[in-house]
């Protein structure tokens, strides 16, 4: 036997380390708080591998726990396979409501993978039960917020996040659950910010409407700025928005908002596409008499079909004292731009160049881009829940770029294009090629083979394949108001139709657009505004629309946008979660200076277009 005083120095440091090292169970709880907080942050694969470890290290309702856990990561890294094999071997406490809820949460996940919102809203309509952990709850509110973003409601899916906000203890999460209250407010127009504030303050939803509709009201005025974010603090001491954010708003300078004296404008006025460049010259001017930014600023029109060299025009106006140039309209001349390289003053081309073109820093790019717009049908229909995609396009490289523009992005997100058709735009007659699309042709084809084999008349009705989700139509009015009814003929009345703004003429005829009941699209706030919360310029430019700009409406939005926009570029370019609410859509720039648009999404009801979201 050892003498004491000998063993005294072994057990002082073993005690040592006892207190130094934390304890099996503290290092599987540090562990699991970290798992967490990688899932809250959006590291899903990370979370799965973290907390299936954790799981088979732990043992009876904690070791269930967790695996449901586990479950939920797996199915937000897209992984659905592996999460419901995870909930089909485990064999659940019923008389542990933690286990109750988190099975909730799982399939709520799953079902939010497989894009089913109203799903996911059904799975989480119970409250949750008292006491559970807080990474849990702030996990319900943030599945319910993204099924409400799935679903268009941007007011529903703010006031998700900010109840999602009372659980999260990271400085990090809150920042960006901040951030995605803000950009979810943003997307909503002015006007309805303004109409359903319905709570009073000090509520924490309305404070963050009033602030985000204070940004976009003095968005180009930071002296009247300052002084609405001040007056918002004391009426909201208490809010929890970061002050980094407030600071943002506070910061705003006057030079950051440029203003030209002299603006310069580079528009086909003659030749092929002197129509065009006339709308957008008007709806220009139509912004500048109505809401001029300065009172002597002077804007110059130069017709960019008078010289053959687009460099040659441009010099010339920066050379008669242009400050910013708006223009030109032609892809060929905006190439001729870009590659020129360093550009003398801002401008602000009328189209978009290929992505692989090196933009020059003083070159901005917006128009009305079809491909554009093909995207984000892509985007909406996914959101929709989705996945098999018929597309139907006119022959001829306007319907070729709009169904490849659409079929990239389908693809990117995940979707598939399961069949695809061309048809002749000058004819009246689609017969052919929306039966090919539905494969009618095949079925009628089967059914008189098997009448020739039986050599015998047969009941026939002709069948349509049943493995598409939506069509996406791309055409113009007239083609679009005898394709619908066409596809209801070949029984495929009951599928979904996603076109992009082109199928509307822009003015109302209830009559003649009947035919289109049930078709939907995206447009802009300038042609839908009287169905919509949007409160642009039209009654004020009422007046001043010309000709060209009533026939075609959407150039002449785009000239008032890219006058009106002027300001806001520097903002926006600073600030990439800064929108500007244009008559186009709402508006926002990315890191290649191409301004995109954000449109509203209608369906034809009655022959008129109807918004699927209340709140903008």
Same mark, same amino acid.
């Given at each position: 036997?050892?003498?004491?005083?000998?063993?005294?120095?072994?057990?002082?440091?073993?005690?040592?380390?006892?207190?130094?090292?934390?304890?099996?169970?503290?290092?599987?709880?540090?562990?699991?708080?970290?798992?967490?907080?990688?899932?809250?942050?959006?590291?899903?694969?990370?979370?799965?591998?973290?907390?299936?470890?954790?799981?088979?290290?732990?043992?009876?309702?904690?070791?269930?726990?967790?695996?449901?856990?586990?479950?939920?990561?797996?199915?937000?890294?897209?992984?659905?396979?592996?999460?419901?094999?995870?909930?089909?071997?485990?064999?659940?406490?019923?008389?542990?409501?933690?286990?109750?809820?988190?099975?909730?949460?799982?399939?709520?996940?799953?079902?939010?993978?497989?894009?089913?919102?109203?799903?996911?809203?059904?799975?989480?309509?119970?409250?949750?039960?008292?006491?559970?952990?807080?990474?849990?709850?702030?996990?319900?509110?943030?599945?319910?917020?993204?099924?409400?973003?799935?679903?268009?409601?941007?007011?529903?899916?703010?006031?998700?996040?900010?109840?999602?906000?009372?659980?999260?203890?990271?400085?990090?999460?809150?920042?960006?659950?901040?951030?995605?209250?803000?950009?979810?407010?943003?997307?909503?127009?002015?006007?309805?910010?303004?109409?359903?504030?319905?709570?009073?303050?000090?509520?924490?939803?309305?404070?963050?409407?009033?602030?985000?509709?204070?940004?976009?009201?003095?968005?180009?005025?930071?002296?009247?700025?300052?002084?609405?974010?001040?007056?918002?603090?004391?009426?909201?001491?208490?809010?929890?928005?970061?002050?980094?954010?407030?600071?943002?708003?506070?910061?705003?300078?006057?030079?950051?908002?440029?203003?030209?004296?002299?603006?310069?404008?580079?528009?086909?006025?003659?030749?092929?596409?002197?129509?065009?460049?006339?709308?957008?010259?008007?709806?220009?001017?139509?912004?500048?008499?109505?809401?001029?930014?300065?009172?002597?600023?002077?804007?110059?029109?130069?017709?960019?079909?008078?010289?053959?060299?687009?460099?040659?025009?441009?010099?010339?106006?920066?050379?008669?004292?242009?400050?910013?140039?708006?223009?030109?309209?032609?892809?060929?001349?905006?190439?001729?731009?870009?590659?020129?390289?360093?550009?003398?003053?801002?401008?602000?081309?009328?189209?978009?160049?290929?992505?692989?073109?090196?933009?020059?820093?003083?070159?901005?790019?917006?128009?009305?881009?079809?491909?554009?717009?093909?995207?984000?049908?892509?985007?909406?229909?996914?959101?929709?829940?989705?996945?098999?995609?018929?597309?139907?396009?006119?022959?001829?490289?306007?319907?070729?770029?709009?169904?490849?523009?659409?079929?990239?992005?389908?693809?990117?997100?995940?979707?598939?294009?399961?069949?695809?058709?061309?048809?002749?735009?000058?004819?009246?007659?689609?017969?052919?090629?929306?039966?090919?699309?539905?494969?009618?042709?095949?079925?009628?084809?089967?059914?008189?083979?098997?009448?020739?084999?039986?050599?015998?008349? $047969? #009941?026939?009705? /002709?069948?349509? =394949?049943? *493995?598409?989700?939506?069509?996406? @139509?791309?055409?113009?009015? %007239? +083609?679009?108001?005898?394709?619908?009814?066409?596809?209801?003929?070949?029984?495929?009345?009951?599928?979904?139709?996603?076109?992009?703004?082109?199928?509307?003429?822009?003015?109302?005829?209830?009559?003649?657009?009947?035919?289109?009941?049930?078709?939907?699209?995206?447009?802009?706030?300038?042609?839908?505004?009287?169905?919509?919360?949007?409160?642009?310029?039209?009654?004020?430019?009422?007046?001043?629309?010309?000709?060209?700009?009533?026939?075609?409406?959407?150039?002449?939005?785009?000239?008032?946008?890219?006058?009106?926009?002027?300001?806001?570029?520097?903002? $926006? #370019?600073?600030? /990439?979660?800064? =929108?500007? *609410?244009?008559?186009?859509?709402? @508006?926002?720039?990315?890191? %290649? +200076?191409?301004?995109?648009?954000?449109?509203?999404?209608?369906?034809?009801?009655?022959?008129?277009?109807?918004?699927?979201?209340?709140?903008?």
């Amino acid at each position: 036997m050892m003498p004491r005083f000998t063993l005294l120095p072994l057990i002082l440091a073993l005690l040592l380390a006892a207190c130094a090292a934390p304890t099996g169970r503290q290092a599987q709880t540090a562990d699991l708080q970290a798992m967490e907080t990688a899932l809250a942050a959006g590291r899903y694969p990370e979370a799965a591998v973290g907390l299936w470890r954790l799981g088979h290290l732990a043992e009876g309702d904690a070791a269930r726990r967790i695996m449901l856990r586990t479950a939920e990561a797996y199915a937000r890294a897209g992984n659905l396979h592996q999460a419901r094999t995870i909930l089909k071997g485990l064999r659940l406490n019923e008389a542990d409501p933690a286990q109750g809820f988190l099975l909730r949460l799982s399939r709520a996940t799953i079902a939010l993978g497989e894009r089913h919102p109203e799903a996911v809203l059904r799975l989480l309509e119970t409250p949750p039960p008292a006491n559970m952990d807080p990474f849990w709850l702030a996990d319900y509110h943030d599945l319910r917020a993204d099924a409400y973003t799935m679903l268009g409601n941007r007011l529903e899916t703010a006031r998700e996040l900010v109840r999602r906000e009372a659980w999260l203890r990271d400085p990090e999460l809150i920042a960006a659950n901040q951030q995605d209250i803000w950009q979810a407010l943003s997307m909503m127009s002015e006007r309805a910010l303004q109409q359903l504030r319905t709570e009073p303050p000090p509520d924490v939803l309305s404070g963050w409407m009033e602030l985000v509709q204070i940004s976009k009201a003095f968005q180009l005025q930071p002296a009247r700025l300052h002084q609405a974010v001040l007056e918002w603090k004391q009426r909201y001491p208490g809010h929890p928005a970061r002050p980094a954010l407030l600071e943002d708003l506070l910061s705003r300078k006057a030079e950051d908002i440029v203003i030209p004296e002299r603006i310069a404008l580079l528009l086909p006025l003659s030749g092929r596409f002197a129509r065009a460049g006339e709308a957008v010259r008007d709806g220009i001017l139509a912004a500048y008499y109505t809401r001029r930014a300065r009172p002597e600023q002077v804007i110059r029109i130069y017709d960019t079909e008078s010289s053959p060299d687009i460099l040659d025009l441009y010099r010339r106006a920066v050379a008669e004292g242009a400050g910013f140039v708006i223009g030109p309209l032609d892809k060929r001349r905006i190439q001729r731009l870009a590659n020129y390289g360093e550009l003398s003053v801002p401008t602000l081309a009328l189209n978009y160049i290929p992505d692989e073109t090196e933009i020059p820093p003083r070159l901005f790019q917006f128009g009305l881009s079809p491909e554009e717009e093909a995207r984000q049908v892509a985007e909406r229909t996914w959101l929709d829940g989705y996945v098999n995609a018929a597309v139907l396009v006119p022959a001829g490289p306007w319907g070729e770029r709009v169904a490849r523009a659409f079929e990239a992005r389908w693809t990117e997100v995940g979707g598939v294009v399961v069949e695809q058709q061309t048809y002749n735009a000058a004819r009246n007659d689609y017969s052919g090629p929306i039966r090919r699309l539905l494969n009618i042709d095949e079925s009628q084809r089967r059914y008189r083979a098997l009448s020739h084999l039986l050599n015998q008349p $047969l #009941k026939y009705t /002709p069948r349509r =394949r049943q *493995d598409i989700d939506f069509i996406f @139509l791309a055409a113009y009015p %007239r +083609q679009a108001r005898q394709i619908r009814p066409q596809l209801k003929f070949y029984h495929a009345s009951d599928v979904p139709v996603y076109a992009t703004s082109h199928v509307f003429t822009g003015n109302l005829n209830p009559e003649r657009d009947r035919d289109m009941d049930g078709l939907r699209f995206g447009d802009m706030p300038w042609v839908l505004g009287t169905g919509t919360r949007h409160r642009g310029l039209r009654p004020e430019v009422e007046p001043y629309i010309s000709k060209a700009g009533n026939r075609l409406q959407r150039l002449y939005a785009l000239g008032i946008d890219s006058y009106r926009i002027i300001g806001a570029l520097t903002t $926006l #370019k600073q600030y /990439p979660w800064q =929108r500007f *609410d244009g008559e186009t859509g709402s @508006l926002s720039l990315d890191e %290649r +200076q191409r301004i995109h648009r954000q449109l509203i999404w209608v369906r034809f009801r009655s022959g008129r277009p109807m918004p699927l979201d209340e709140s903008l």
